[in-house]
């Protein structure tokens, strides 16, 4: 916490998860105040909206903006966790889709901030990266 600029809570959306973030978020944001970057750094990600509660639902009863959401995939995350067969599904799955819209959030939210000028991050085209990528390969 001390070197972070973000700070992401992962939280279930089920009352033992949002219990358990409500009694960790004071010493959390306390850390960044005092260590880190300030607690406007932190941010939720809710993994399983709607299992019961909705990320709105969340974001509401913990004072906390949520930066994206985690799909509730079981067997998608059963190929990473467990090497299960099914990386084609993996590939096109909801768990796969919501995690690279996470970090498209994260990388928004970063250079939004100013973070990546400070970061030393460049920011590029759709064609400079398509052209990177290309020449990568």
């Known amino acids: 916490i001390p070197s972070a600029d973000l ?31 300030g607690a406007d750094a932190l941010r939720g990600v809710v993994i399983g909206p709607d299992r019961p509660y909705s990320t709105k639902e969340i974001e509401t009863a913990l004072d906390l903006p949520v930066l994206g959401e985690v799909a509730w995939d079981p067997s998608g995350a059963a190929v990473l966790s467990h090497g299960d067969h099914g990386r084609r599904r993996l590939r096109g799955g909801r768990l796969n889709r919501s995690v690279a819209a996470l970090v498209a959030s994260t990388r928004n939210l970063v250079i939004a901030s100013g973070l990546a000028v400070r970061l030393g991050l460049r920011t590029f085209s759709a064609t ?4 990177l990528v290309s020449s990568a390969r």
């Open 128 to 131: 400079r990266r398509a052209s």
């Open 7 to 37: 700070a992401l809570l992962a939280l279930r959306a089920d009352l033992p998860a949002i219990a358990a973030a409500r009694a960790r978020l004071p010493l959390l944001r306390a850390d960044l105040e005092r260590l880190g970057s």
